[in-house]
């Protein structure tokens, strides 16, 4: 586990966003698992940005959504589909046929969620895998009390996600859909790399204690404590709770200069 902290949201982007232009290089065909919410559009900002300036080629990267409203069309302004669109898929040569969303319209949402699933083994599982965080700790729509052990599925979100998501749909919490298809906890701790990014005071308290609080299916982001290769990007706001931080601090700087 390493905790990166810098002094905004804008650094963090960098840090991701170079991450993953390096295993893109690396490895053309990246499987990337994404994230949608306000902070990862600084992060694919940039990677718009490396595509159209530096000809970061993303035509044969496939790509996993984390989760999806049901209850709305994919073309409605707050689907996901939408803000994936908006945010990065409309501006990079990712094809259509690799871009893999949860389908908020099927008719059979339980053979569709195995079908997701099978869809992330065939292509080898994810190579790495951006990921936000709720204030209760979530991750996907994977809310409190969800098992470690969870795969892609319907969930029920939760009164704290539809008050923190209501800010999207006009301050209408009547307007959010109360459920989702979301990956597991299980299938997203089994990527190989997890990148969770986080700003601003309203995380410090998830951040403590997915970082440094016991593990706890009550804090679903805890499950990442035991991931082989897991990095938080936080930014000094969202880590003003952690007991370690300038020890997070100085391990980050000395990895910098023996690198």
């Known amino acids: 586990m390493e905790v990166i902290i810098q002094p905004n949201s804008q650094k963090l982007s960098v840090i991701a966003a170079n991450v993953i232009r390096k295993a893109v290089i690396r490895k053309p065909n990246l499987v990337l698992g994404l994230a949608t919410g306000s902070t990862p559009i600084g992060l694919y900002k940039l990677l718009v940005q490396m595509h159209k300036e530096e000809g970061v080629d993303f035509s044969k990267v496939i790509t996993f959504n984390l989760d999806e409203y049901i209850g709305i069309p994919k073309d409605h302004p707050q689907s996901y589909h939408t803000f994936m669109n908006k945010h990065f898929f409309n501006h ?20 569709f969620c195995q079908e997701y699933e099978d869809s992330i083994r065939r292509c080898g ?7 936000g965080i709720g204030k209760d700790g979530h991750i996907g729509f994977n809310e409190p009390g969800s098992s470690f052990a969870s795969r892609t599925r319907i969930a029920t979100l939760s009164k704290s996600t539809l008050e923190a998501n209501a800010v999207h749909f006009g301050d209408d919490i009547n307007a959010v859909p109360e459920m989702a298809i979301t990956m597991g906890i299980g299938t997203i701790t089994d990527a190989k790399q997890c990148l969770l990014l986080a700003s601003g005071l309203n995380k410090k308290d998830a951040i403590a204690k997915t970082i440094e609080g016991p593990i706890s299916a009550m804090v679903p982001a805890t499950a990442l404590q035991m991931h082989p290769d897991v990095v938080f990007l936080i930014d000094e706001a969202a880590a003003s709770s952690l007991k370690e931080r300038e020890y997070y601090k100085r391990s980050y700087e000395n990895k910098i200069k023996y690198s």
Do not use: M
Request: aromatic share 4%; net charge neutral.
């Open 125 to 131: 599982g994810i190579d790495i895998q951006v990921l």
């Open 92 to 111: 990079v040569n990712i094809p259509k046929k690799n871009q893999y969303l949860p389908q908020n319209i099927v008719e059979n949402h339980v053979s």
